[in-house]
């Protein structure tokens, strides 16, 4: 049977969300693009994700993945080639992008922002600190610019490093580890004037960001946040039930759990268990506008809490 078409809720300006579009790329997949607002309401995607609200989402008929690792990890599983773990170097990607999603994006984002400075939007700035449950504060990062300027280049320089040797990709053959360094480096591009004079220690590192460039998004079509809702509600969810006989807390099919990340936007969506691993939880709920849907999440960086 031929596999349902992959549908992206997303922005263009997102970074999170250029790593996907790269490995639509990559893999040269046909995909639906719903665009969504930089800030919140999202009201058609809500009741799909229940309550999640980073970016991007993605969407497979009833069945949607939030977050960037558990998208990846279910594109890899119904698009194993090309593959983004050759080589064996299939635990390691993962880990990375601890660094490459956590503290190397917070500077990025300090310092995008810190130049952007007073021409960011209030509604922005004010959606923002919903989301990380603090200020969003545009004059400290403006102040700090020096000390991200400073983050941004040690970051990249270990780029710049692992690349020393000529090789064309980080791990030698092109992978996850690319995708997600890339993120940085991309999302700073959009936004900074200066991003030439800052690459220019680095041309190992710009060669590589020009392949990666190159690889471009697959093919995309546009579609409406309304036909994507209608898509949700007409299908059944694909999610078969199994345990996890080592879970170290015993959870299984059939708990009501809440699910959220432990960093920001840490909105928690309750449901019933339908599967766990290690690295992966999907659990069910139903919203009167779409049914009944399986909402599948990571595991390393979120919190699971029963009720
Ligand atoms: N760990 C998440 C992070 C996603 C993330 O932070 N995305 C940014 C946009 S690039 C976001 O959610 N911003 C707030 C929003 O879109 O509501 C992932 O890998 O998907």
Redesign the pocket.
């Known amino acids: 049977m031929p596999q349902p078409t992959p549908i992206l809720h997303?922005?263009d300006?997102?970074?999170?969300?250029?790593?996907i579009r790269i490995i639509f790329g990559f893999k040269k997949l046909a995909w639906d693009s719903v665009r969504?607002s930089?800030?919140?309401p999202?009201p058609d995607l809500m009741p799909m994700t229940g309550g999640y609200?980073?970016?991007?989402?993605m969407q497979i008929g009833a069945d949607i993945y939030?977050?960037?690792?558990i998208?990846i990890r279910e594109l890899e599983r119904r698009y194993p080639t090309p593959t983004l773990f050759p080589a064996g170097n299939a635990g390691m990607p993962w880990a990375l992008?601890m660094w490459t999603?956590?503290p190397f994006?917070q500077s990025t984002v300090n310092l995008v922002f810190g130049f952007i400075g007073d021409k960011v939007p209030q509604d922005f700035i004010a959606?923002?600190e919903k989301?990380r449950g603090g200020k969003f504060d545009i004059a400290a990062m403006t102040a700090a610019l020096p000390q991200m300027r400073d983050q941004f280049r040690a970051n990249v320089d270990w780029i710049e490093a692992q690349l020393g040797d000529n090789r064309p990709w980080l791990f030698g053959e092109f992978g996850l580890a690319d995708v997600s360094a890339y993120m940085n480096v991309w999302?700073a591009r959009q936004s900074l004037a200066a991003m030439d004079e800052m690459m220019k220690p680095f041309p190992r590192t710009a060669a590589w960001e020009e392949r990666i460039r190159a690889i471009g998004h697959g093919t995309r079509t546009e579609m409406s946040s309304a036909d994507a809702l209608e898509i949700a509600a007409k299908a059944q969810p694909e999610s078969p039930v199994f345990g996890d006989p080592t879970d170290p807390n015993g959870r299984k099919p059939g708990d009501i759990v809440s699910v959220m990340?432990d960093?920001?936007?840490k909105i928690p969506v309750r449901g019933e268990i339908v599967s766990l691993s290690a690295q992966h939880i999907a659990i069910r709920r139903s919203d009167e506008r779409v049914g009944e849907v399986v909402v599948h999440f990571?595991r390393a960086?979120f919190l699971v809490v029963p009720g």
Not at 53 to 57: A, D, E, F, G, V
Not at 66 to 69: F, G, H, R
């Open positions: 997303h922005f300006q997102s970074p999170f969300s250029e790593k969504i930089r800030i919140m999202r609200r980073r970016t991007p989402t939030c977050d960037t690792q998208i992008g999603d956590r994006f959606d923002r989301l999302y990340p960093d920001y936007g990571p960086g």
